[in-house]
């Protein structure tokens, strides 16, 4: 089992910057796929970046590639998100798992938070 914990979330301007946090306890954390997604109302839920194995590759949506920055620090995972825009205005998940195949399928992810409000003004 893992435990996941999201915080972070905010109301910010077009063009702030917001950094969320993922509080992982449990199962072999370090090992696992970490990946956040996001879920805009009225829309499904799609990813945003995710980070793999022990030499934390990162991958990311082409929305947020140069803007957002995934990273992990023992039993923590963050996502930096700079140059803020509206559309980026989601409730934002941090999910894990472990033998993903697919880390864009949020399907894969068998770990899940609660989830953290980001709200971008314009």
């Known amino acids: 089992q893992v435990q996941l914990v999201e915080s972070g979330g905010g109301l910010v301007q077009a063009g702030g910057s917001l950094r969320l946090s993922c509080a992982a306890s449990?199962?072999?954390?370090?090992?696992?796929?970490v990946g956040w997604f996001r879920q805009a109302p009225g829309k499904e839920r799609e990813f945003v970046a995710a980070?793999?194995?022990?030499?934390?590759r990162t991958y990311y949506a082409d929305s947020v590639k140069g803007r957002f920055t995934i990273s992990r620090d023992n039993a923590m995972v963050y996502l930096r998100m700079n140059s803020l825009k509206p559309e980026d205005t989601a409730v934002y998940y941090c999910?894990?798992?472990?033998?993903?195949?697919?880390?864009?399928?949020?399907?894969?992810?068998?770990?899940w938070g609660q989830g953290t409000q980001v709200t971008v003004s314009s």
């Open positions: 999910a894990a798992g472990f033998y993903i195949g697919d880390y864009y399928d949020d399907s894969a992810y068998a770990y």
């Open positions: 449990g199962r072999t954390f370090s090992r696992a796929v």
């Open positions: 980070i793999v194995g022990i030499a934390s």
